[in-house]
């Protein structure tokens, strides 16, 4: 598929204003970006739009850096990382704006943008296909700021230009800007990007995602514990069509792309659908990285090996750490209430089952086929009857977690104690 944009070498951009955290719309507009350039052996800016003083905040930007670092989406230049192109803050762009808005007319008040009567501005849009907006409907509009400084439309218009972007993928909500953009550049003889606009992104009922509906900014799935894989799987697929399943890495992604596959109506997100891709990027973690995924709710001083099998018991039974709470208080806080079907099974069970289970847990280290096996001896039981009072018992649950590693978490002794109880 030609990439629009023709046959300049691919440049796209991410270009957040930094006046608050980054949402989950933004993330998905710098992740289609990424695609976008990787896919064509391309280069991905990141440029920070911070010309309105009063909005715009450093603490923003960085916070904004660190949340797309934090997703894997990194950028070939930016503020941090300048080239010839450069710099990457508008900011410290003033004397570039001034160099065209001088072109322009030149006196030092607010500057207007004389839009020429009776012209179509006609475009392709990426997306949305062909575009045809009357000049007679947009009105002059401001360029340059009584204090001199650039306004959005020009120098958002000019560094693309100047920056060599190719293709500026955004949000629907700047397709309307697009033509007194082109009006800009066109006036100052620059060359204009290809420009594509994504559709927004909707909650399930169908208005634009708000914390009504889900936590919208990505710190706060990261502070929850999503893996950002799982986020980037959920956030390529809305609005984006694949025909390809399952959890995909960014370089899969990549070469998956397609602006063809673009929608057009808004997506929804979808948090259960997320969770899904959580629970399976949650499965694949490394074993350092689930250590550090759950190490915030680990008992301080816990031992290494009751904290790998505790890890490994509970890995593939949780989406959030938040699910693993209730499982840190039964293995390794006091003996957890019975629930009444554990409760009907400990009776049923009966003292000799337990008493044999409490001495071979007492000799055996917390060793679950060494105590099943002494059970067994003892009452002939086998199957479900051999290991569900022991369940109920050492976790007052009849389901959850793999018995034997959380057995094997468990403080030495504690085991012990909770079968001795019913003996
Ligand atoms: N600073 C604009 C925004 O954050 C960028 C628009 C664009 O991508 O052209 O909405």
Request: net charge neutral.
């Amino acid at each position: 598929m030609p990439a629009p944009g023709g046959e300049r070498q691919r440049v796209t951009r991410f270009a957040p204003s930094p006046t608050g955290e980054l949402h989950l719309g933004n993330a998905r507009t710098a992740l289609f970006n990424l695609l976008l350039a990787r896919g064509g052996g391309g280069r991905f800016l990141l440029r920070i739009e911070d010309t309105d003083s009063e909005r715009s905040l450093d603490a923003h930007a960085v916070a904004l850096m660190a949340d797309l670092r934090w997703l894997g989406i990194d950028w070939d230049a930016g503020p941090d990382r300048a080239d010839e192109r450069g710099p990457y803050r508008q900011s410290q762009r003033g004397a570039l704006y001034s160099r065209y808005l001088a072109q322009l007319e030149g006196l030092p008040a607010t500057l207007r943008f004389r839009v020429p009567r009776d012209e179509r501005v006609v475009f392709e849009d990426f997306v949305h296909g062909p575009q045809t907006f009357l000049t007679d409907d947009i009105g002059d509009f401001v360029v340059r700021r009584a204090d001199g400084s650039a306004a959005f439309f020009f120098s958002n218009a000019v560094d693309d230009a100047l920056m060599g972007v190719t293709q500026a993928l955004r949000g629907e909500d700047h397709l309307a800007n697009t033509p007194r953009q082109l009006l800009i550049l066109r006036a100052l003889a620059l060359v204009a990007p290809a420009y594509g606009h994504v559709a927004l992104i909707v909650g399930a009922d169908g208005a634009p995602l708000s914390k009504r509906h889900a936590a919208v900014s990505v710190r706060e799935y990261r502070e929850r514990g999503y893996q950002p894989i799982a986020l980037l799987n959920h956030l390529f697929r809305l609005g984006h069509s694949t025909a390809l399943h399952g959890l995909l890495q960014l370089s899969e992604m990549a070469r998956a792309f397609d602006t063809a596959h673009l929608g057009r109506a808004p997506s929804r997100f979808d948090e259960p659908q997320l969770r899904v891709w959580q629970k399976e990027a949650v499965h694949r973690l490394p074993a350092e990285a689930a250590r550090g995924w759950l190490a915030p709710l680990l008992p301080a001083g816990l031992d290494e090996r009751a904290r790998d099998a505790f890890i490994a018991a509970l890995l593939p039974n949780v989406v959030l750490p938040e699910d693993a709470r209730p499982w840190v208080d039964i293995v390794f806080g006091g003996p957890p209430p019975l629930e009444p079907a554990a409760e009907e099974a400990v009776r049923g069970a009966g003292a000799g089952y337990f008493s044999a289970a409490a001495a071979a847990a007492a000799t055996s280290g917390n060793d679950l086929a060494a105590i099943a096996g002494a059970v067994r001896a003892a009452t002939g039981r086998s199957g479900a009857s051999l290991y569900m009072p022991l369940r109920a018992a050492l976790t007052g649950r009849m389901h959850g977690p793999e018995l034997a590693p959380l057995l094997k978490a468990m403080p030495a002794g504690k085991a012990c104690e909770r079968l001795a109880r019913f003996a």
